[in-house]
T-cell receptor
Framework: GDSVTQMEGPVTLSEEAFLTINCTYT??????LFWYVQYPGEGLQLLLK?????DKGSNKGFEATYRKETTSFHLEKGSVQVSDSAVYFC??????????FGTGTQLKVEL | SAVISQKPSRDICQRGTSLTIQCQVD?????MFWYRQQPGQSLTLIAT?????????ESGFVIDKFPISRPNLTFSTLTVSNMSPEDSSIYLC?????????FGPGTRLTVT
């Protein structure tokens, strides 16, 4: 069945550092891929998405490119801020908007 | 994107009791989903709530434990029955809209 593997956290960075959170997937067909973010004490928010191979999703300075050849959807940001501290979930969209989530990666950004 | 609200936002319940969580969406949607997020864990799909038919449950989840209602296209309820401390989780309602899924704020349940 479908599965998502993402790097374990927590990831601790200094402000303005470059961020990469790795995500790989296993799926049949051509699923949509998503990154969701959960800020402390808040609900889950859609950060970005990509629906087909080579698509790049972007939002709030974050980017991720749908790489079919490596079955990956790594999240990147060039310069993180303290306000980016959150838990980031990679997810795969199955039929009918059902999602399969990775385990989540906690990001801590320090001054 | 759809605006989703849930009630209650949190509750503390005693083992053996049941809690019903409500999910309201500001637009009509065909399918609604219920997820569980156990402490420090990722999200796991419990079931898909279909309007006009029985809910479809994922492996490991059964209707007797998590009965779901879907009386119309904007509302659903999830009941957590005969609760035990292992049911302490955040329960989230989700809907699909234009190629993405959106989530309610969640209901944080603690079972003592």
């Amino acid at each position: 069945g479908d599965s998502v593997t993402q790097m374990e956290g927590p990831v601790t960075l200094s402000e303005e550092a470059f961020l990469t959170i790795n995500c790989t997937y296993t799926a049949t067909g051509y699923p949509s891929l998503f990154w969701y973010v959960q800020y402390p004490g808040e609900g889950l928010q859609l950060l970005l998405k990509a629906t087909k191979a080579d698509d790049k999703g972007s939002n709030k300075g974050f980017e991720a490119t749908y790489r079919k050849e490596t079955t990956s959807f790594h999240l990147e940001k060039g310069s993180v801020q303290v306000s980016d501290s959150a838990v980031y979930f990679c997810a795969l969209g199955g039929g009918g908007n059902k999602l399969t989530f990775g385990t989540g990666t906690q990001l801590k950004v320090e001054l | 994107s759809a605006v989703i609200s849930q009630k209650p936002s949190r509750d503390i319940c005693q083992r053996g009791t049941s809690l019903t969580i409500q999910c309201q969406v500001d637009s009509q949607v065909t399918m609604m989903f219920w997820y569980r997020q156990q402490p420090g864990q990722s999200l796991t799909l419990i079931a898909t709530a279909n309007q006009g038919s029985e809910a479809t449950y994922e492996s490991g989840f059964v209707i007797d434990k998590f009965p779901i209602s879907r009386p119309n296209l904007t509302f659903s309820t999830l009941t957590v029955s005969n609760m035990s401390p292992e049911d302490s989780s955040i329960y989230l309602c989700s809907v699909g809209d234009v190629g993405a899924s959106y989530f309610g704020p969640g209901t944080r349940l603690t079972v003592t």
